[in-house]
């Protein structure tokens, strides 16, 4: 059945797009798509007119310029039935209530997209309390008990805090299941890394993973089995791919590659997502046969070669979470005078700073075989870095490679 929807998905790409028509016309297989012929080549791989838009998502601009995503409405009301037999998957039913803590604004993708599936589709009550502070977001919390909250680990974690600090069990609120995107809740080998073991500790919640991105209008569920993203193969076929030859992987860790099966508005073909990890394909504990997406352990475009040593930043990101007493981090990579790239964390602390400090080098120098630089900054300052680029994700990594250190 894929095959003969990767071969419809194939010929309508060929026949509406003109730069498919073009790029397709020769290939014996499809070539890859990058986010940067995505920006550069946008219009010309449109298929329909704007006239047949039905929605358009904005990303976040943290990978490259902002780009604006539609969907028809046929394709919407298609992924919506996909992402809702996924979300029902987590144990979802009818009556739950459903609290939304993403953001509500700028087009955001996910949002819409869950609010429709949640009230639409599985009939539950859904609020909407969007990315407040937490301290507002505690109040909704305490007023309308949901059972399910739908959001972001760190803000998750921030909420859970809070209530601590106001004297509120984070345990006997009542939040059953907790629906999180953004941030990965695994690592190598899909083990739980330190940001879902600090969750699991503070809410005693059932959590569940979802895997995407806006250009795919769609996520990836994490079953009840918790054993990787499930693929929607009605709507996707992903390959993983060696991010450098190109070439396809039977197994191992790779970029991941998705081909969309049913876009009308823009049909992605072999797109790099630019995210790494490996695909799991033998039967879930849960019943489903679909091939699983599992862990993202890094991005192609954020490798670092230090000192002969291949490094990915969020590696170095869990290392220095699971360090008792930080309470937030920038990774940065420079230039030194002598030409040298360096690693240097800016790290908010509680707690014995120089303790900490040297943990954080030993912990990273025996994983990277890179000694960092670690200076102790205010939590503002960490903020500030995060938000500098002005997008709406925090962004924790930074190459300045391109200025003097």
């Known amino acids: 059945m894929s095959a003969d929807r990767l071969r419809r998905q194939i010929a309508y790409a060929r026949r509406n797009s003109l730069y498919y028509r073009e790029r397709l016309r020769d290939a014996k297989t499809p070539p890859l798509l990058s986010r940067a012929e995505l920006e550069e080549h946008f219009e010309r791989l449109l298929c329909v007119p704007r006239e047949r838009w039905a929605d358009v998502s904005r990303t976040s601009g943290s990978s490259g310029r902002p780009l604006h995503i539609p969907v028809t409405l046929r394709e919407m009301r298609r992924l919506l039935g996909s992402v809702a037999a996924g979300v029902a998957g987590m144990g979802v039913r009818a009556g739950d209530r459903v609290c939304i803590l993403l953001p509500m604004d700028d087009m955001m993708n996910p949002t819409v997209m869950l609010e429709q599936v949640f009230r639409d589709r599985l009939r539950c009550l859904v609020i909407r309390v969007g990315a407040r502070p937490p301290e507002q977001q505690l109040d909704r919390v305490l007023a309308l008990r949901p059972n399910v909250v739908v959001g972001a680990p760190s803000p998750f974690l921030k909420l859970g805090m809070i209530a601590q600090q106001n004297g509120v069990d984070p345990r006997a609120l009542g939040i059953e299941r907790a629906v999180l995107m953004g941030q990965p809740l695994y690592g190598e080998g899909w083990r739980p890394n330190v940001l879902k073991e600090r ?169 990277t075989r890179v000694t960092p630089e670690v200076e102790v900054a205010h939590m503002d300052e960490v903020l500030r870095r995060w938000m500098a680029h002005g997008g709406r994700k925090p962004r924790k990594f930074h190459d300045l490679r391109g200025a003097r250190g």
């Open 199 to 367: 969750l699991d500790a503070l809410w005693g919640a059932e959590l569940f993973s979802i895997y995407g991105s806006t250009e795919l209008y769609a996520g990836l569920s994490e079953c009840s089995a918790h054993r990787g993203h499930h693929v929607l193969t009605d709507d996707m076929l992903v390959e993983i791919v060696d991010p450098e030859s190109g070439q396809v992987l039977e197994e191992g860790v790779g970029e991941v590659v998705v081909t969309t099966l049913s876009r009308e508005a823009l049909p992605l073909i072999r797109y790099r997502t630019g995210d790494l990890s490996w695909l799991e394909r033998e039967s879930c504990a849960c019943g489903l046969d679909s091939p699983r997406v599992m862990a993202v352990l890094g991005r192609t475009d954020e490798m670092l070669k230090i000192k002969g040593a291949k490094i990915y930043p969020q590696q170095v990101e869990d290392l220095v979470a699971a360090v008792e007493g930080v309470e937030g981090h920038v990774l940065e990579v420079y230039v030194d005078a002598h030409g040298q790239e360096l690693l240097r964390l800016r790290v908010a602390v509680r707690g014995d700073g120089d303790a900490i400090v040297a943990q954080i080098r030993e912990r990273v120098r025996a994983y």
